[in-house]
């Protein structure tokens, strides 16, 4: 017989690591969670020297939720004998490598994780869903998916993908020896400039020249402050979630450079590094920076391509010649392709992104005690928290209580005395006067 789950997670990475590590002590219920990999691992293709993680460490897989965890940050700390040093290093913020190291550490822990399992499809039954993966098939009651995002490739660069023209995705695996190259990195957020960053470093060879384009105004920050970290609370999702769907993308749209600008330190390290090139060690400039650029067509042209981009500042086109393009272009979410067979029985917007409920499952025409989870699929739902790890630990619970049928787990927090829907009395007074 197959092996019957009562939860089974799709995806291994960070946010299904924190529903797992928060079932493994419950006891009560079986639960696997499945993963491609051979073996756990967290963006490596960008694991670039120094990078840092834009998330405080106290944010990790449990500690919001269960304090008390053997799997959270703190724990790691202590397991590898570095708790004070840790503290006396004061860091800001935390290097993604060490944080991709704990994430590992709890990986090797969990007593539900199932690497070299990859789930090709998802079928419906009358007592569960079966998974077919590469290691059998599986049943289970309830799932949890998350299986990531992906890539996201512009239109002109598809037919141009090859060696030296990848996303940033792949930059570790693939980049390649960059000596005496026209290198050009598209795209102006996180992965831009850490891209930008390291070709200036020279790790990857000394570039002939470097153009760095985005459609951005300019090099925009990330937005840590304190009031628009709210929009990385619970309080602020719940409100958020409320809100008609209509309403919602033009939010999202708003609040970009909340989740998506660029760190203050990278900016800071990015600038200082220019300064010192140009007046400390006499370099001639190797970097152009061209904001406003909408990059539209992308030719071959002998060993290396033609970029042409629209300028929204002055309304010209100009062209750029490139050995190496590196695509810092994003991520898309998807339903993904082993959800195929339910894919016509879930809600979908018209865009065909899930529409989840506040507890993150998605309806479907299927019975009520068999739900589907959904993690890293909701911005629309539930904002611009849900594809980051701030909210990680709090979403896991969420789920989990969900799955448990009771608040097993705090998911509450003090709100700020800060407003985000009009009072409900005040609304109905102006109405009726209208
Ligand atoms: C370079 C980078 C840095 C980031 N840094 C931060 C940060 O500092 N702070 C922050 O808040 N957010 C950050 N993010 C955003 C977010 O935290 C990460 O993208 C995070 O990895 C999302 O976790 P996830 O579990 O949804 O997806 P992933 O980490 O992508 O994991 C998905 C997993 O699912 C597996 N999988 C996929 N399909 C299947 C299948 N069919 N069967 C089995 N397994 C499958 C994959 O192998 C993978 O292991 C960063 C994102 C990137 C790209």
Do not use: W
């Given at each position: 017989m197959n092996p019957h789950f009562d939860v089974a997670g799709i995806g291994a990475g960070p946010f299904n690591l924190s529903v797992a590590a928060l079932l493994?002590?419950?006891?009560q219920l079986r639960s696997a969670f499945f993963d491609k990999r051979s073996s756990f691992d967290w963006h490596p293709g960008m694991m670039l020297p120094g990078a840092k993680l834009q998330?405080?460490?106290?944010?990790?897989?449990v500690t919001a939720a269960d304090?008390?965890?053997?799997?959270s940050f703190l724990a790691y700390l202590v397991a590898q004998g570095r708790f004070y040093r840790f503290i006396n290093a004061e860091f800001s913020h935390v290097e993604r490598r060490e944080f991709a190291d704990y994430l590992h550490w709890v990986a090797r822990k969990l007593p539900n994780l199932r690497l070299n399992?990859?789930?090709h499809e998802v079928q419906p039954g009358q007592h569960g869903f079966t998974l077919h993966t590469s290691q059998g098939e599986m049943q289970a009651s309830q799932l949890v998916v998350a299986t990531g995002t992906t890539p996201r490739v512009p239109d002109w660069a598809k037919p141009h993908l090859q060696a030296r023209c990848l996303h940033t995705h792949h930059y570790l695996a693939k980049v390649p020896d960059v000596r005496g190259l026209r290198v050009a990195v598209i795209g102006g957020g996180q992965s831009g400039a850490e891209i930008v960053l390291d070709l200036l470093s020279g790790l990857r060879g000394e570039v002939a020249s470097l153009t760095w384009l985005s459609?951005?105004?300019?090099?925009?920050?990330?937005?840590?402050?304190p009031f628009c970290n709210e929009f990385f609370t619970p309080h602020y999702v719940d409100a958020f979630h409320r809100l008609?769907?209509?309403?919602k993308p033009a939010i999202v749209e708003r609040q970009k450079l909340a989740s998506d600008g660029i760190s203050p330190e990278t900016l800071k390290a990015l600038y200082q590094t220019l300064y010192t090139g140009n007046f400390?060690?006499?370099?001639?400039?190797r970097l152009r920076i061209l904001p406003q650029r909408d990059v539209q067509r992308m030719d071959s042209h002998g060993n290396g391509w033609t970029l042409q981009a629209h300028n929204g500042f002055d309304g010209r086109h100009e062209r750029i010649d490139a050995d190496v393009v590196i695509l810092a272009t994003g991520y898309l979410t998807s339903v993904?392709?082993?959800l195929a067979p339910l894919r016509d029985r879930l809600d979908l917007?018209?865009?065909?992104?899930f529409i989840l409920r506040r507890d993150f499952s998605v309806g479907w025409?299927?019975?009520?005690?068999q739900r589907i989870f959904v993690q890293n699929g909701g911005r629309y739902s539930?904002?611009?928290?849900?594809?980051?790890?701030?909210l990680a630990a709090w979403r896991g619970a969420t789920i989990v209580n969900a799955i448990l049928g009771n608040a097993h787990y705090a998911t509450g927090d003090t709100p700020l005395p800060i407003e985000w829907a009009t009072r409900h009395e005040e609304s109905t007074v102006l109405e009726k006067a209208a």
């Open positions: 493994a002590p419950l006891g998330t405080s460490f106290l944010k990790d897989l304090p008390t965890s053997a799997y399992h990859a789930v459609r951005r105004q300019t090099l925009e920050a990330l937005d840590e402050t008609p769907m209509a309403r400390l060690d006499g370099e001639a400039p993904p392709e082993c917007d018209s865009e065909g992104r025409d299927g019975p009520d005690n539930h904002g611009i928290a849900d594809p980051q790890l701030s």
